[in-house]
């Protein structure tokens, strides 16, 4: 395990601040001379979710990790009973099951992707818009954007930075795909003012409650006509078919990180599909090798939505894999039929941008 540092081309900012650089942790697994490529979404502060980077480190040290050293596994998937008994902490979770599945599909020489059961061959690709400091800002932005073949605009908003901010969006580009994310930025006592949202013709809000809800933004969802989309509500398939019973939502953003792994990813996709609710797949700020795993989840049949997956060079100056991930004129990423992810992971690249290290190994070999 290792974390690298890489400062961001452009700031980001939320309803819950700003960032420059990214603090990454990345896995790699490795076993009977085979090599795995894991990325622990979690942030830099725990403000998007309860787990941060410092709170990962220490969970796979002590936990995740001796839960898998040295014990037989032949898939990925296998992971997640092996970690079931950590409560929470599903990036850094994640970040060890997918790793296990980035080294399956290599042993089996087969694409990522068709391993976890894809079909499409390209992916439509929308990009997430920070919170900028005005409005001209914002609009430039928006105008590269598009001008890049983007499918889908998703604006970031809080309290005060939402409706006028929307006018000028609107009025400038009627038609555009656009919605918006809160990331919980509103309370019960926002109602009325969340209903304003219905005049933009959004695709959707997303997350506009707490974190932890779902009940309220089933009562939200009764109340307008725009539809809602869960991120942050969302850690499980249970959830999510809590989500749909009560009519929390009528999209879901699916993060791999959030949700603890491929395999629970897969069954939230399942659920939804098996309810008609569309999914996208959600980014965090990821590498290359967060980013190409999320490549390889989007081509699943019921990601039928843009997703925040999009061009390497909108995030950094140099990604840590072989090719960049790029963007075609028309908004779509092509999917790879090389085995593994299709990416070539820059391991001396990795090497440069590292600021701490850790090794563990099996304290013995079982088969002794
Ligand atoms: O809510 O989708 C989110 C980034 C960090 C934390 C949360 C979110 C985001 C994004 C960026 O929206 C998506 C991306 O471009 O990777
Ligand atoms: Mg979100």
Known sequence: ???????????????????????????????????????????????????????????????????LLGKNVSQGWEAAALLAKIRGHRMAKAALENALWDAEAREKQQPLWKLLGGTRCEIPCGVSIGIQDSHEQLLEKITNELAAGYRRIKLKVKPSWDVSVLEKVRSKWANITLSVDANSAYTLDEFEHLRKFDQFNLLMIEQPLWNDDLYYHARLQRELRTSLCLDESIEQARDAACAVETGACRIINIKVGRVGGFSEAKKVHNVC?????????????ESGIGRSHNIALSTLENFSLPGDVSA?????????????????????????????????????????????????????????
């Not at 599909?273 to 965090?284: E, R």
């Not at 090389?338 to 290290?357: A, C, N, Q, S, W």
């Open 1 to 67: 395990m290792r974390e690298v540092q890489m400062p961001l081309v452009q700031f980001f900012e939320t309803s819950f601040g700003r960032i420059y650089n990214r603090r990454i942790l990345l896995i790699s697994v490795e076993g009977e001379g085979l090599r795995g490529w894991g990325e622990c979404v979690a942030g830099e502060d725990p403000f998007y979710s309860s787990e941060w980077i410092e709170s990962a480190w220490p969970t796979i040290t002590h936990y995740l990790a001796p839960a």
């Open 273 to 285: 599909q098996k309810n008609g609710v569309p999914v996208w797949c959600g980014g965090m700020l």
């Open 312 to 368: 390497s060079k909108r995030y950094w100056k140099e990604d840590v894999i072989d090719p960049e991930v790029e963007v075609s004129p028309e908004g779509f990423i092509k999917v790879s039929n090389e085995p593994g992810t299709g990416y070539r992971v820059r391991e001396d690249l990795i090497e440069k941008l590292t600021v701490k290290k850790e090794e563990l190994r099996a304290t013995a070999d079982p088969a002794c």
